[in-house]
């Protein structure tokens, strides 16, 4: 092991600047790569937080009692997809309708409104089709005239998040190959630069896995030193971007430590493809 | 020990570089193999050390097959030989202790165990004075007593030399040679392969000829006494 560690650091004193290439060229594509993450985070916070203003809205008929509303609401909060369920009386109606919308600054009278039931669902159960079903077994109390919950809007939103996830994945897998393909070619380098040393540790009787290691513990190194460059650089950009143009959210420290293994893993895996080829070529 | 039997050996762009060749070499045995260069010297010895195995025939050095041994134990299987080459290939970038040293520890020898061996190997081939240098302030045949000490650290059973005299002078020539009988005589077996006849016409000891890929004589196995016949046919 001792061994591993000297051989890997000499790799590093002997070639500094293809170390310190290879290190930014992963740091870059990993900086791209986390930039885009960033910008997948944001979108979906701000999704989330549309997502939250998502309501069922059951409008009572005239003359039902306060009582058979609340236990309805009481009855329709039991139900495993709504997250919390609220009575609006006619007189809280207006209040809110006058503070909001400019033409019933003159209306004063509560009767104009309907009394309704606001329903919220937990997240999760937020798409299209449980929202249209929620929607129906709630339109199926005798007293409930009539129920909306901006059908369309649920759509779009939907349709949406799905496309952001798409892409999302997409390009973090092409991201994560060009990191893999870049790594894989620096190594290649180190390798090429050190084949008369592979051929010597052959000729001596060093097993493959010995070999690889060194150039494993060297991918892994630059992969991790990389990624948390690119750490870096994501967060400038991320607070550039808040204090220059709007607020973001930036990653948790959790998936950032993830975000910066992920850099090691791709170092690791892009010698192990390299070292392999060579290996098995020799 | 090492035994070709009928070993015939293709390459996909080269052609034939062997041609049904055999021969069987005996523990502790001194074998010249001569030849014009292209002859097919150097593939005779990458087989022996099993970097190529045979097209055809079967190659057997110790207990190995060539045609059945794993990848993993050609590994092992060298740590029981040799090699040197014509172009000493040392690591300019270690002094000559590291060199060797290089060798034992890529095999995993024990660290405590590394340092009094490269002493000891260093002394014996000449150079125990010089230990701190790099390879690059040392002459050709110095070199090669380095890439020597190296192919003894694991004690082999044989000593594989490609063209170890190629690249020196007549003197430095004559010293590696007595290095190597030297080395045979404390029971390692060499193999060396050569286009020195006047070394090998000096020396009385076995000759191996291959000629375009055929094996064109063999003065004879040496058993407990060399023979001591001249190779006839190489003038």
């Known amino acids: 092991m001792r061994l591993t560690i000297r051989e890997s650091l000499l790799a590093f004193k002997r070639a500094p600047l293809l170390s310190a290439l290879s290190i930014l060229t992963i740091a870059f594509s990993l900086f791209a790569f986390g930039l885009f993450a960033l910008v997948a985070l944001n979108v979906s916070t701000a999704l989330r937080e549309v997502e939250e203003r998502v309501e069922i809205r059951a409008f009572v008929t005239d003359g039902t009692t306060r009582e058979t509303i609340e236990t309805a609401s009481g009855d329709i909060a039991a139900f495993p997809e709504v997250q919390n369920s609220a009575t609006v009386t006619p007189e809280e109606a207006l209040a809110k309708a006058r503070k909001e919308l400019g033409e019933f600054q003159d209306v004063f009278d509560a009767a104009v409104l309907p009394a309704s039931i606001d329903i919220h669902l937990k997240p999760g159960f937020r798409d299209p089709a449980t929202v249209k079903a929620v929607a129906a077994r709630i339109q199926s109390y005798p007293f409930v005239e009539e129920v909306r919950y901006g059908e369309e809007w649920v759509a779009k939103l939907n349709t949406i998040r799905n496309i952001a996830t798409a892409a999302g994945i997409a390009l973090g897998i092409a991201f994560a190959a060009v990191a893999v393909i870049i790594i894989g070619a620096t190594i290649r380098m180190a390798v090429l630069a050190r084949a008369r040393e592979i051929s010597i540790m052959k000729m001596v009787g060093a097993t493959d896995g010995f070999i690889r290691r060194p150039f494993l513990v060297e991918g892994l190194a630059k992969g991790l030193i990389g990624g948390a460059l690119a750490l870096l650089l994501t967060y400038f950009a991320s607070s550039l971007i808040s204090t220059y143009m709007m607020r973001t959210t930036f990653f948790t420290w959790q998936l950032a430590l993830l975000g910066a293994l992920c850099g090691g893993l791709i170092g690791l895996f892009g010698s192990a493809l390299s070292v392999g080829r060579h290996l098995r070529k020799i | ?235």
Do not use: W
């Open chain 2, 1 to 235: 020990m090492i035994r070709f039997s009928h070993v015939t050996k293709e390459y996909p762009r080269t052609g034939t570089a062997l041609s049904d060749v055999s021969f069987f070499i005996n523990k502790g045995e001194f074998v010249f193999l001569t030849g014009p260069s292209g002859a097919g010297k150097s593939t005779i010895l990458k087989l022996v050390y099993m970097e190529e195995k045979p097209t055809s025939g079967e190659v057997k050095v110790a207990s190995h097959y060539a045609t059945l041994i794993k990848r993993r134990d050609v590994s092992m299987f060298r740590r029981t030989l040799g090699v040197v080459f014509q172009d000493f290939r040392l690591l300019e970038d270690r002094t000559i202790e590291q060199n060797v040293a290089f060798a034992l520890e890529v095999t995993g020898a024990p660290h405590g165990s590394i340092s009094p061996k490269v002493s000891r190997l260093l002394t014996q081939v000449g150079l125990g004075s010089k230990s701190n240098n790099f390879p690059r302030e040392l002459s050709g045949g110095e070199q090669q007593r380095v890439a020597i000490a190296r192919a003894l650290v694991n004690d082999p059973f044989v000593l594989i030399a490609d063209e170890p005299s190629g690249n020196l002078d007549d003197r430095a020539t004559r010293g590696i040679f007595q290095l190597l009988r030297d080395i045979n005589s404390a029971g390692t077996a060499v193999i060396m392969a050569t286009h020195n006849l006047d070394l090998v016409r000096r020396a009385d000891l076995r000759v191996i000829e291959i000629n375009r890929g055929k094996l064109v004589f063999d003065s004879g196995e040496t058993t407990l006494a060399p023979p001591g016949r001249a190779p006839a046919a190489n003038g």
